[in-house]
């Protein structure tokens, strides 16, 4: 049996010392400086990371979207940076996002893959529209009576235009397949530059969009019986004063017919056709010829001319007004009465 001493020392042990428990402690807090400073080290270096990181964001945000009210600074510029982040989401940027690719996929299905088509098929309409009008003249003797006039229509091919038609359909086909964001972000920037050369303030819409542009217009005359080419008329700068007029007669009324829309309607919808000192250079052959023209496409014609210069167009006609005018410059129309000889 010990005394309380004993016991007392026991209990202690080896290395229970002061000395013992003061190294203990030395080695915990040396592990725990060391622990603390690899954490430490290892937060700035995280820091370092993310800061590079919000900085190449920032730098990307910038050259997508430049404003020189922003720098590319974490430090100075994160606020102004958070508060654009809250104006895009409180306006929608996802929403905005998505009516971008659905308007994508809407511009693909509908106005490029239909503009292609829609420049050939307005081609077609304007042959078409131009069918019924040389059928009219088709029974219109045009010099003579052996003789007809008809319109001719020639495409003008463009090397331009050609390359514009295969881009288009090369994008179409682009947009068609794109299902990614990425492969939409690819092929738009090519959608963006093909909308740009068609806009009406482009260069390029004139011989590109617009189809009259895309035809040449000519007048062919024909033989009467077999149909065989014997002039074609480009220009008229060379014919006489009648035979200018018997050929703007015919173009004219023509293109009324055609402007109108109802080429294929035995009467236009509109007949009168005012002519202002019309016919006035010609001989009282090409005169007949040309109002002829005129009647046979369908139209009625009022006629003014000067008094000394209508005697080619008076045979030819089935009224006849004389328009006086008095003293204070009042206008009326008097009608000249033929009288039995």
């Given at each position: 049996m010990t005394d309380g001493r004993d016991a007392g020392e026991g209990a202690e042990g080896p290395g229970s010392d002061p000395e013992s428990r003061l190294a203990g402690f030395d080695a915990a807090v040396e592990l725990a400086s060391r622990i603390l400073e690899e954490d430490r080290d290892a937060a700035g270096a995280?820091?370092?990371?993310?800061?590079?990181l919000l900085r190449r964001t920032m730098e990307s945000f910038l050259d997508n979207w430049p404003n020189p009210s922003l720098r590319a600074d974490p430090d100075s510029s994160?606020?102004?940076?958070?508060?654009?982040?809250?104006?895009?989401e409180s306006s929608g940027l996802?929403?905005?996002?998505?009516?971008?690719?659905?308007?994508?996929?809407?511009?693909?299905?509908?106005?490029?893959?239909?503009?292609?088509?829609?420049?050939?098929?307005?081609?077609?309409?304007?042959?078409?529209?131009?069918?019924?009008?040389?059928?009219?003249?088709?029974?219109?003797?045009?010099?003579?009576?052996?003789?007809?006039?008809?319109?001719?229509?020639?495409?003008?091919?463009?090397?331009?235009?050609?390359?514009?038609?295969?881009?288009?359909?090369?994008?179409?086909?682009?947009?068609?397949?794109?299902?990614?964001?990425?492969?939409?972000?690819?092929?738009?920037?090519?959608?963006?530059?093909?909308i740009n050369r068609i806009r009406r303030s482009s260069p390029d819409f004139a011989d590109l969009v617009d189809v009259r542009n895309h035809v040449r217009v000519s007048a062919e005359k024909t033989d009467a019986v077999t149909g065989e080419h014997v002039a074609l008329y480009d220009h008229i700068g060379e014919k006489s004063g009648g035979e200018s007029q018997e050929l703007i007669a015919f173009i004219v009324g023509a293109a009324l017919r055609y402007q109108l829309g109802d080429a294929d309607a035995p009467r236009p919808r509109y007949a009168p056709v005012f002519l202002d000192e019309a016919l006035i250079k010609a001989d009282a052959h090409f005169t007949r010829r040309a109002i002829g023209a005129w009647r046979g496409l369908g139209f009625q014609l009022v006629i003014g001319a000067p008094v000394d210069k209508y005697s080619a167009i008076e045979p030819h006609i089935d009224a006849e007004y004389d328009i006086l005018k008095d003293a204070s410059g009042r206008s009326w129309a008097k009608p000249k009465v033929g009288l039995p000889g």
């Open positions: 995280t820091l370092s990371e993310q800061r590079a994160l606020k102004d940076f958070e508060r654009l982040l809250d104006d895009l996802h929403t905005l996002e998505a009516e971008w690719k659905q308007s994508l996929l809407t511009l693909s299905g509908n106005d490029l893959t239909n503009l292609d088509s829609t420049l050939g098929r307005a081609l077609r309409e304007i042959r078409e529209r131009i069918e019924p009008v040389n059928r009219i003249m088709a029974d219109l003797p045009f010099y003579d009576d052996d003789h007809r006039l008809q319109i001719t229509l020639r495409e003008n091919r463009s090397e331009v235009r050609r390359r514009f038609r295969r881009e288009l359909r090369e994008v179409r086909g682009l947009v068609g397949d794109a299902r990614t964001d990425g492969d939409r972000e690819q092929v738009y920037p090519r959608v963006a530059r093909l």
